[in-house]
């Protein structure tokens, strides 16, 4: 039997040859190690390749196996289960959607729906809502084959989609307090605990290692502590998400669009993170706008980023990188659900890198890539699909 060596896909046309005979690639084994692979072969391999760096420059580095078929079955694998039980046509969307479902109990549910809707939990509210949606946009859509459809989500779906994209991930990463998910399911904390889930996630996919800390420690703590297994650097994260006024569960009436739009009123938020910092090593922080997404603005002109890059500036003026420990501050703008029925915009994001900090950064080309999945959160990979499309797919 002729085996055939599949030639290093990475190796430049002007690279020495990896035979060793010291001339160009392409002057020596080009030809030859092309002749000896089928060309079926070489093109999955680069087609393997391209959507690994795709899906890298999204900020997800971590592999999500592509699911088979088996005895009529799609299987499906995350962290150290398999699911071997699911629907042929079950799409990767659909799978993390009723694995969250799982996750939070279906009692939960049942629970819930016999609430009015001013009384029920927005997790509640978004499960309702993707069905008018699949339900409105199930005949119309555009077709990936004939039993898996696609469409641009509406805030409502994306806000679900997102919610169970991040909770796999970290069980796909197996670190999912139940202390959070119980938080998750609270009206009250609800706001706190989704916006820390999807940070931590966002880590997880750039696979990092996630140490949680105690939530009952009476000490002042960061959310967690992250290490990235490429390069080793660890990183302490908080997380805040600003509260608004008539959103989110949150009483009172709804603040004018003005209003809603800056973010003058985090000052207090960010100064309760910044004593979250261990002191000991890098720290960052996280806080959530939570305003409205203005598409049609360009970033550096939106209200909320001039509102937090002057009060960064502000508190660096007059203080030693010696009394002023922090390593970077990341605002975000992860507002779906301002977005109800209407198509989901993609989130908004922007980080402030402080100079020569008492503890420099874990690493420039990490922050390069968290900076990259920050600014592509929002992106769900269909995995399932040979023809990925930029939607909410379905079945």
């Known amino acids: 039997m002729q085996v055939a060596v599949i030639p290093n896909m990475k190796i430049g046309r002007n690279d020495q040859c990896h035979c060793g005979s010291g001339k160009k690639y392409k002057r020596c084994c080009l030809n030859k190690d092309t002749d ?9 391999f680069q087609k393997v390749r391209t959507e690994q760096e795709y899906l890298k420059q999204a900020g997800i580095h971590i592999n999500y196996v592509k699911p088979i078929m088996f005895k009529g079955k799609k299987v499906f694998a995350l ?26 109990g279906l009692d939960w549910f049942r629970e819930q729906a016999k609430y009015p809707p001013e009384e029920r939990h927005f997790i509640s509210i978004c499960l309702e809502k993707l069905g008018e949606w699949i339900e409105k946009n199930e005949k119309t859509a555009e077709r990936v084959n004939s ?14 989609l997102l919610l169970a994209f991040d909770v796999c991930s970290l069980i796909h990463k197996q670190v999912l307090p139940p202390q959070l998910l119980e938080r998750l399911k609270s009206r009250d904390h ?34 967690f502590v ?19 006024s008539g959103v989110l569960h949150q009483i009172g009436f709804l603040l004018s669009l003005e209003k809603l739009l800056s973010a003058r009123m985090i000052r207090r938020l960010f100064n309760d993170a910044l004593e979250q910092n261990p002191k000991d090593v890098p720290f960052a922080i996280f806080i959530d706008v939570n305003s409205p997404i203005t598409p049609n603005i360009p970033m550096d002109d939106k209200p909320w980023v001039k509102d937090v890059k002057k009060l960064v500036n502000r508190k660096l003026i007059g203080i030693s990188p010696q009394e002023y420990p922090l390593s970077a501050a ?15 915009e993609q989130g908004e994001a922007v980080g402030i890198v402080v100079p020569h900090p008492k503890f420099p950064p874990p690493n420039q080309e990490f922050f390069g890539y968290l900076q990259g999945a920050l600014n592509h959160y929002g992106f769900v990979p269909p995995i399932d699909i040979d023809e990925p499309i930029e939607s909410l797919s379905a079945n």
């Open 147 to 160: 039993e898996v459809w696609g469409a641009k989500p509406d805030g409502y779906s994306k806000s679900l």
């Open 79 to 104: 962290g150290n289960k398999v699911y071997a039980d699911c629907p042929p046509n079950t799409t990767f969307h659909t799978f993390i959607i009723q694995i969250l479902k799982d996750t939070i």
């Open 330 to 344: 990341f605002f975000t703008n992860f507002s779906y659900h301002y977005q109800t029925e209407n198509e989901a």
């Open 36 to 44: 000896s692979v089928p060309q079926e072969v070489i093109k999955y």
């Open 190 to 223: 609800y706001q706190g605990a989704r916006y820390e889930i999807a940070i931590a996630a966002i880590f997880a996919r750039l696979d990092c290692d996630i140490q949680f800390t105690d939530e009952k420690s009476k000490n002042k703590h960061c959310e």
């Open 226 to 244: 992250a290490t990235h297994r490429a390069t080793g650097s660890s990183l302490a994260v908080e997380a805040k998400s600003k509260h608004r």
